[in-house]
């Protein structure tokens, strides 16, 4: 008897001891957490001395609801915020999920409010979505996170006089990659996390992507995400292992293996940081060749994050919402917009 229980106390010691270490783990992982706008305003003032932060309270004619809880998992609580037209005189508005940015293993959703409210005073409601990261969940985690956040939006749209069949998805840097591969796997049986679920969300109106990849096996990206001396680099941290020896989840991360016809439009919008756009031409050669529309857009001598800070920010807002609303062709901006 003294030895079983023995045992017992052992084993007891042993799950409270993974408990205590895996919290840590996901503790540290968090707090390493800086991509924030502030620092990341502070890194780029030195090289753009003239950018500004975009505002991140709510101006006249914008209502916001924020913390919403949209997802439990694994104890885990995940949330978005919401921001549409106070005054908005139409019943039925276009919306955007925005994801954002940050590797996948850093970011806030905060970093998209900016852009949120200023798509909300263009009559566009907008949310922003937080998802696990790499530290906490490795891919596809992300992709069913942000998917479960898009029924949250779709159950929820009357609320916000949202237009069902006018709901978009978008985001920005590894936020964007993570919009368009979610957009384009709709009843994918290893992304969409309950495929046959009746009542959910069968597709989306159109994919903004911001300055985020396409393929992560062209040259040109994992020359940066392959990158040996990264150890790891920001790709290697999600997918859980380097190309070669992930090959298979680096393929099927990549949003250009899941363009088919019926894909909906989409938007890119870039940096002069041509690492970010990798696959995008083919991507759109591909789409094109299916019978698709495609527009671009590339703001010269831009950082990444350029969409945090003005002066690209009205113009990033401005070119969003001119194409969820089909009026691009009131923009100064030229867009290049590619069709069969």
Not at 95 to 117: F, K, S, T
Not at 151 to 174: M, Q
Not at 182 to 199: E, I, M, R, V
Not at 279 to 295: L, P, R, T
């Amino acid at each position: 008897m003294p030895l079983s229980l023995s045992l017992l106390e052992l084993g007891k010691r042993l799950v409270f001891m993974w408990l205590i270490t895996t919290s840590a783990m996901v503790a540290a992982a968090e707090s390493i957490n800086q991509y924030t706008i502030e620092n990341t305003f502070n890194k780029l003032v030195k090289n753009y001395p003239l950018i500004e932060m975009g505002r991140l309270d709510i101006p006249d004619g914008v209502s916001g609801s924020k913390e919403i809880t949209y997802k439990i998992v694994a104890g885990k609580r995940l949330a978005l915020d919401v921001y549409w037209p106070s005054q908005a005189q139409a019943e039925q508005l276009p919306a955007i999920l925005l994801v954002h940015g940050g590797g996948w293993w850093q970011g806030y959703r905060e970093n998209m409010a900016p852009l949120a409210i200023k798509l909300a005073e263009r009559g566009v409601v907008a949310v922003t979505v937080s998802y696990r990261l790499a530290g906490t969940a490795k891919y596809p985690a992300a992709i069913h996170d942000v998917r479960d956040a898009l029924d949250w939006l779709f159950d929820n749209a009357a609320d916000y006089k949202v237009d069902r069949s006018r709901i978009a998805l978008g985001g920005a840097s590894a936020g964007g990659q993570i919009a368009a591969l979610t957009a384009l796997t709709f009843g994918d049986k290893n992304l969409d996390g309950h495929p046959a679920q009746d009542g959910r969300m069968q597709g989306v109106y159109a994919i903004v992507n911001v300055d985020g990849l396409s393929d992560f096996t062209t040259p040109l990206a994992l020359k940066h995400e392959n990158d040996p001396a990264k150890k790891p680099s920001s790709a290697e941290r999600w997918f859980g292992g380097r190309y070669e020896e992930k090959t298979a989840l680096w393929q099927q991360g990549s949003p250009i293996n899941y363009v088919a016809e019926h894909s909906p439009p989409i938007l890119f919008l870039n940096s002069s940081r041509e690492r970010f756009s990798a696959g995008q031409q083919d991507y759109i050669n591909k789409y094109v060749a299916m019978g698709g529309c495609a527009s671009s857009y590339k703001f010269e001598d831009s950082p990444h994050s350029y969409w945090l800070f003005e002066p690209w920010l009205t113009p990033t807002a401005n070119i969003i919402a001119a194409f969820l609303t089909g009026t691009e062709n009131k923009l100064e901006q030229q867009l290049a917009v590619h069709c069969h």
